[in-house]
Nanobody, 122 residues
Framework: QVQLVESGGGLVQAGDSLRLSCAVS????????MAWFRRAPGKEREFVAR????????FYSDSVKGRFTISRDNAKNSAFLQMNSLNFEDTAVYYC???????????????WGQGTQVTVSS
């Protein structure tokens, strides 16, 4: 059984930074592609970023490119999302997810966390 638990969300002001963490329990963490998604109020779930199992080839949505950085520490079974220059449009519940594919589509992520709320005041 694989479980993902996010942490690090909170209420911040525009321009601030936050670092989200995703702790993964279960086996074979270092074989999963890890990703972050978000869902803003009244909107569809949106892809944010993903990183390969060896920690290379990060890929970002256009809306966060240059501001967010995804990383992982396989020794600690954890993934991270460093978010800088936050703005109101970044307000959402952020979810981490894991997939076995190298370049997964959204439907390929089989393990999901419960989410952590990020609220950015303008």
């Amino acid at each position: 059984q694989v479980q993902l638990v996010e942490s690090g969300g909170g209420l911040v002001q525009a321009g601030d930074s936050l670092r989200l963490s995703c702790a993964v329990s279960g086996r074979a963490f270092d074989t999963y592609t890890m990703a972050w998604f978000r869902r803003a109020p009244g909107k569809e779930r949106e892809f944010v970023a993903r990183i390969s199992w060896i920690g290379r080839y990060p890929f970002y949505s256009d809306s966060v490119k240059g501001r967010f950085t995804i990383s992982r520490d396989n020794a600690k079974n954890s993934a991270f999302l460093q978010m800088n220059s936050l703005n109101f449009e970044d307000t959402a519940v952020y979810y981490c997810a894991a997939a076995t594919q190298i370049q997964p589509g959204e439907n390929d992520y089989v393990y999901w966390g419960q989410g952590t709320q990020v609220t950015v005041s303008s």
